[in-house]
């Protein structure tokens, strides 16, 4: 069974950047679509970013498009998401899943049971 274990979130400044990882165990990465997504407190889950499992497709959502960057090193069985340009309102809990697929294209939408336990992202002044 697929196992994710994210990390690198942290305390930023605004206009900053962050780095953050997926490692994948208990099943070869390269099997799979996965995601980025995120929830702050009292709002709803927002998936972020996702990439398909050769990495020859992504997908954002408009509010990260052009500040984040999500890549994949299946030999490191990783999953990134670098993330510039940090704003307050991108605080949140961030967390990696797999997504479901289109052909060879992922589609924003997690698969239940699949994600990691989650890495903080704040970003203040």
Same mark, same amino acid.
């Given at each position: 069974?697929?196992?994710?274990?994210?990390?690198?979130?942290?305390?930023?400044?605004p206009g900053g950047s962050l780095r953050l990882s997926c490692a994948a165990s208990?099943?070869?990465?390269?099997?799979?679509?996965?995601?980025?997504?995120?929830?702050?407190?009292?709002?709803?889950?927002?998936?972020? =970013?996702?990439?398909?499992?050769?990495?020859?497709? %992504?997908?954002?959502?408009?509010? /990260?498009?052009?500040?984040?960057?999500? +890549? #994949?090193?299946?030999?490191?069985?990783?999953?990134?998401?670098?993330?510039?340009?940090?704003?307050?309102?991108?605080? =949140?809990?961030?967390?990696?899943?797999?997504?479901? %697929?289109?052909?060879?294209?992922? /589609?924003?939408?997690?698969?239940?049971? +699949? #994600?990691?336990?989650?890495?903080?992202?704040?970003?203040?002044?």
């Amino acid at each position: 069974q697929l196992q994710l274990v994210e990390s690198g979130g942290g305390l930023v400044q605004p206009g900053g950047s962050l780095r953050l990882s997926c490692a994948a165990s208990g099943f070869p990465l390269n099997y799979y679509a996965i995601g980025w997504f995120r929830q702050a407190p009292g709002k709803e889950r927002e998936g972020v =970013a996702c990439i398909s499992s050769s990495g020859g497709s %992504t997908n954002y959502a408009d509010s /990260v498009k052009g500040r984040f960057t999500i +890549s #994949r090193d299946n030999a490191k069985s990783t999953v990134y998401l670098q993330m510039n340009s940090l704003k307050p309102e991108d605080t =949140a809990v961030y967390y990696c899943a797999r997504t479901l %697929t289109l052909q060879t294209l992922c /589609v924003m939408t997690e698969v239940l049971g +699949s #994600r990691g336990q989650g890495t903080q992202v704040t970003v203040s002044a």
